[in-house]
């Protein structure tokens, strides 16, 4: 695996950088045909929704049912990617996820970070996006507020389907409203790439971060991200966690090593 220096400082400078055809076309093929299955089968996890003009499917934990899924959370250049960004001695798996915005599903992303959401304290968790459609800002490419990893703020979560209103997700007394980062784009420093297949995103759980809608009537924007922890993070079931990434018989300040998160590498 080919990663610069200079990548690795773009990651802990910006809290995101990207990475150039570094998922083989093999491994993307098993990826699109898995993601065609759980379309066609969703898993239990399943959160997908339609809005005007398209469809968007989400899942996660996709890695427990099938196969080719696991194979690449625990054996594929994303192991490698994550530990060589983290600098790990130790890398868990925390899940995976599918974010797939079919043409005509123009409904933006909202600015987020995702650690609020997860049980887990530390600075060492990271996420490695893997891209499988040409992905512009027409079809839904990510955007990152530079630097934003490091303000220390952790802003409540909100779902993320059309109507749903905020009743998924406990209130924290400790958390902040999302800042409306959209309305007040030139006051924030936004990153962004077009990726083609097989290249990656990889960021930081605490990097604010959106997607536009996929406003093209031909176009599909498949992603599949998996989510990994380094040497520094334990369990943390905050109030207002997401309930399907807790995980059962771990308890405030255990490593996550378990049958839901893995062990996938140590040094």
């Known amino acids: 695996m080919?990663?610069?220096?200079?990548?690795?400082?773009q990651y802990w400078a910006d809290g995101a950088t990207v990475l150039r055809d570094v998922i083989s076309p093999e491994w993307r093929e098993r990826l699109a045909a898995a993601i065609e299955r759980d379309i066609a089968e969703p898993g239990p996890f399943d959160h997908s929704y339609d809005v005007a003009g398209g469809r968007f499917h989400g899942n996660l934990r996709v890695w427990q049912d099938d196969a080719d899924f696991a194979a690449f959370c625990l054996d594929s250049p994303a192991v490698e990617i994550a530990q060589t960004f983290l600098r790990a001695t130790r890398l868990n798996l925390l899940y995976d996820q599918l974010f797939v915005k079919e043409a005509g599903a123009d409904h933006r992303t909202r600015w987020h970070n995702d650690q609020p959401y997860w049980p887990v304290s530390g600075r060492d968790v990271i996420s490695v996006w893997v891209g499988l459609d040409h992905?512009?800002?027409?079809?839904?490419?990510?955007?990152f507020v530079r630097g934003s990893h490091e303000w220390d703020r952790w802003f409540q979560p909100e779902p993320f389907g059309p109507n749903?209103?905020?009743?998924?997700?406990?209130?924290?007394?400790?958390?902040?409203k999302m800042l409306d980062i959209e309305a007040d784009r030139d006051a924030y420093d936004i990153i962004t790439w077009d990726i083609?297949?097989?290249?990656?995103?990889?960021?930081?759980?605490?990097?604010?971060?959106?997607?536009?809608?996929?406003?093209?009537?031909?176009?599909?924007?498949?992603?599949?991200?998996?989510?990994y922890c380094g040497d520094d993070v334990f369990y943390d079931p905050r109030v207002g966690i997401s309930a399907p990434v807790l995980v059962d018989g771990l308890l405030a300040g255990d490593r996550l090593d378990s049958e839901q998160c893995p062990l996938v590498y140590a040094a």
């Open 2 to 9: 080919d990663i610069s220096d200079e990548q690795i400082k």
């Open 135 to 143: 992905t512009t800002a027409e079809n839904g490419r990510l955007e």
């Open 164 to 176: 749903s209103g905020n009743s998924a997700y406990d209130q924290n007394p400790d958390y902040e």
């Open 196 to 227: 083609e297949p097989g290249d990656v995103y990889v960021f930081s759980a605490m990097t604010a971060h959106g997607a536009p809608g996929n406003a093209t009537t031909d176009q599909r924007r498949r992603g599949y991200t998996v989510r």
